[in-house]
C-alpha cells in the first residue's frame, strides 16, 4: 500500500523567508501524481501544486515550487517570500494513476512569525 | 458551481445514536471520496468512489461505518452505533475522472459524539 511520511509536524519561519516542508512516499507503480495541500483555520482544503511523476522538471506556482527526487522518493515543498495568510496546515499527498486511490500525509502545521 | 455540498456541518450526538453525513459531489466527477481528520491520524481515507461504484473501502474502520452512492449526486457515510472515538471532521471531495485531476473538497462536517 502506498503511504505518505511528512516528519515534520510543525515548522516556523518569519515573514519574507523562504521554508521547506518534507515529504517522502512509497510507492511501487511508475505512474503517480502528487500534491501539496493547504488548509487554514477556517478548514476548507486549498490545492497548492501538482506534481506528475513522469515529469522530471519541477514544478512551481509562483512563490511554490517542489523538489521532486524520484529516486529517493521525496517530495518537498518551499515557500519563498513567506507571507503571513501561509500560516497553515500543509498535506502531502499521493495519486496512484492505477487505482485512482489519493491517501494524504499527517499534515505540517506551518506558523509564519511577523 | 456550488462546490462539493456537506450537511450538517456540525453535528452533536450521544453514544449508540446513528449518524448520517451527506454529500453532494460537483456535478460531472466521477469520483468521490470520504475522508476523516483527527489530530492523531490526519486526513485518513475511508473509501472512494467511481461513477458510484464503491472501489476501495479498506480504510473504512470496523462495520458500524457504510457508505452508500446511490446515484452520481448524491453519497452518504452513516455510522451505526457511533462512539466517542468517532469524534473527528468528515469531509467528502470530489474529482473529474483522472489521478492527476484536482480534488474538490466540501467544508467538512464536524462530528462529536458525546
Not at chain 1, 53 to 73: G, I, L, M
Request: with cysteine; charged share 20%.
Amino acid at each position: 500500500a502506498q503511504t505518505v511520511t511528512q516528519s515534520q509536524p510543525e515548522m516556523s519561519v518569519q515573514e519574507a523567508e523562504t521554508v521547506t516542508l518534507s515529504c517522502t512516499y512509497d510507492t511501487s507503480e511508475s505512474d503517480y501524481y502528487l500534491f501539496w495541500y493547504k488548509q487554514p483555520p477556517s478548514r476548507q482544503m486549498i490545492l497548492v501544486i501538482r506534481q506528475e511523476a513522469y515529469k522530471q522538471q519541477n514544478a512551481t506556482e509562483n512563490r511554490f515550487s517542489v523538489n521532486f527526487q524520484k529516486a529517493a522518493k521525496s517530495f518537498s515543498l518551499k515557500i519563498s517570500d513567506s507571507q503571513l495568510g501561509d500560516a497553515a496546515m500543509y498535506f502531502c499527498a499521493y495519486g496512484s494513476g492505477g487505482s485512482e486511490k489519493l491517501v494524504f500525509g499527517k499534515g505540517t502545521k506551518l506558523t509564519v512569525n511577523p | 458551481d456550488a462546490g462539493v455540498i456537506q450537511s450538517p456541518r456540525h453535528e452533536v450526538t450521544e453514544m449508540g445514536q446513528e449518524v448520517t453525513l451527506r454529500c453532494k459531489p460537483i456535478s460531472g466527477h466521477n469520483s468521490l471520496f470520504w475522508y476523516r481528520q483527527t489530530m492523531m491520524r490526519g486526513l485518513e481515507l475511508l473509501i472512494y468512489f467511481n461513477n458510484n461504484v464503491p472501489i476501495d473501502d479498506s480504510g473504512m474502520p470496523e462495520d458500524r461505518f457504510s457508505a452508500k452512492m446511490p446515484n452520481a449526486s448524491f453519497s452518504t457515510l452513516k455510522i451505526q452505533p457511533s462512539e466517542p472515538r468517532d469524534s473527528a471532521v468528515y469531509f467528502c471531495a470530489s474529482r473529474a475522472q483522472g489521478a492527476g485531476e484536482k480534488l474538490f473538497f466540501g467544508s467538512g462536517t464536524q462530528l462529536s459524539v458525546l
